[in-house]
């Protein structure tokens, strides 16, 4: 039985594995690509408007489909009950997104490129929320191959279309095409996923880890959460999620306002490659372990326990290695994949690098930070670091430009794994320890 439970995590970490390694493989070739056909300047402008539509995602949803991964490894077939009221919520919360970006687009201190390129890449947030839902439905089905596809699926359209345009436009015409781009694919996934979650709420779902309940029995014995009881319970995953990418995407966009697009651009480059390195961790806790371990908190203490340990010792190893692969291949890997305009994107990378183990560790303790009733000190934790991001990256890019902001996130990152570790063993774990 052991050996069958082995082989199958396997099969399932490694569809999870290749797929997120052809999805990252075809985002980063994207990024090379756009960097290379606009330049540092150009290259700037896209990026960090690209990371400003990534930074307010998370209000579209607001933790819905984190919450879900909680409530169903909880409740089982009964968590289908909140389902109405997410949907709800979902369609007010994305237009809602939207709305704000064009509107900031319109207000802020853009120039006219910047404005436009922000309007049309405000649609990008439907294939976001989308795809977020059904990566979500996916996992808690555990069909890691529709799992696994459906992260390539996207970034390889993508990536086609681009490269495609990249043949038949100029510089400046070539930015706005790539944001068509963007915006097309995710038209095209939002009305795809819209598909699969009617299905999902209509009962047709294949939940694992749970015995079979009939839908509409559990609708008579249980009341249906309303929208307000929905964010009521969502908020502290959507609030989670903005601090994370306040503190890990921030810093391109205060290098655009604080210094120049140039500038951005560049950093962007070290950033986009750190990026593909943190998939790891990603694929392992976000996509495979995590549904699990809503379970594991409650069903099996003592295995929960055991992989939290073990956990943070193969990310500690995996993250050095990642670390010290990127000092041997950034000095001429970077120029050969970006071309000699981003020769300064090499030092940065090799700074950000050092984050890299860091990061890796803090997955595995962070994971343990949402299971149980345990989210809001995670919440806590990553609003107490994204204060302390913005704070480094305000005081030390007018002095050090690119290097300052790198230097504010290894030391936002130190103080994050720090803080996961002690309330994981000082609250998640400290009856399992004694």
């Known amino acids: 039985m052991m050996v069958k439970r082995s082989g199958a995590a396997f099969r399932a970490v490694s569809y999870l594995w290749l797929g997120s390694i052809l999805g990252a493989g075809c985002a980063f070739l994207t990024q090379i690509v756009l960097a290379r056909k606009l330049g540092p300047e150009k290259y700037g402008i896209f990026?960090?408007?690209?990371?400003?539509?990534?930074?307010i995602s998370p209000l579209a949803g607001f933790g819905i489909a984190q919450y879900w991964l909680k409530i169903f490894g909880q409740e089982g077939w009964r968590a289908m009950r909140w389902l109405q009221g997410s949907f709800k919520f979902i369609f007010l919360s994305t237009i809602s997104v939207i709305l704000i970006i064009i509107i900031w687009s319109m207000i802020g201190p853009h120039d006219k490129l910047t404005a436009i390129i922000l309007i049309m890449l405000s649609m990008h947030v439907l294939g976001q929320v989308s795809i977020e839902l059904v990566s979500v439905k996916f996992q808690l089905e555990e069909n890691y191959m529709n799992l696994s596809f459906f992260q390539v699926l996207p970034h390889a359209i993508?990536?086609?279309?681009?490269v495609s345009l990249s043949y038949f436009s100029t510089s400046f015409n070539f930015i706005k095409l790539s944001a068509y781009s963007y915006v097309f694919v995710s038209l095209l996934f939002f009305i795809f996923s819209s598909f699969l979650l009617f299905r999902m709420y209509k009962g047709i779902f294949l939940l694992k880890g749970h015995s079979i309940h009939s839908f509409h029995d559990e609708q008579i014995k249980y009341i249906i959460p309303n929208i307000f009881n929905v964010v009521k319970q969502s908020w502290?995953?959507?609030v989670a999620a903005l601090f994370h990418l306040i503190y890990f995407q921030s810093d391109i966009i205060?290098?655009?306002?604080?210094?120049?697009?140039?500038?951005?651009?560049?950093?962007?480059?070290?950033?986009?490659?750190?990026?593909a390195v943190y998939m790891l961790p990603s694929v392992i806790y976000q996509k495979f372990l995590l549904p699990k371990m809503h379970r594991w908190a409650h069903q099996d203490r003592k295995f929960f326990y055991r992989v939290y340990r073990q956990g943070n010792l193969a990310m500690l190893f995996l993250g050095v290695i990642a670390m010290v692969s990127i000092w041997l291949l950034a000095p001429w890997g970077v120029v050969f994949l970006f071309s000699e305009t981003y020769q300064e994107a090499t030092n940065l990378l090799m700074v950000l690098s050092v984050s890299a183990p860091i990061?890796?560790?803090?997955?595995?303790?962070?994971?343990?930070?949402?299971?149980?009733?345990?989210?809001m000190i995670k919440v806590k934790c990553m609003g107490v670091v994204a204060g302390v991001n913005i704070f480094l990256n305000i005081l030390l890019i007018p002095i050090y430009g690119a290097l300052g902001?790198?230097?504010a996130t290894i030391f936002s990152n130190c103080i994050l794994l720090s803080i996961y570790y002690y309330f994981a063993e000082k609250v998640v774990f400290l009856s399992d320890r004694n």
């Open 158 to 162: 993508r990536l086609i279309f681009i």
């Open 236 to 238: 502290p995953f959507g």
């Open 359 to 375: 990061i890796f560790v803090a997955s595995s303790v962070g994971a343990t930070l949402v299971t149980q009733e345990h989210m």
């Open 405 to 407: 902001a790198a230097i």
């Open 254 to 275: 205060l290098l655009k306002y604080m210094k120049n697009a140039e500038i951005a651009g560049i950093y962007n480059v070290a950033f986009t490659v750190m990026l």
């Open 47 to 55: 990026a960090s408007s690209l990371s400003m539509i990534m930074l």
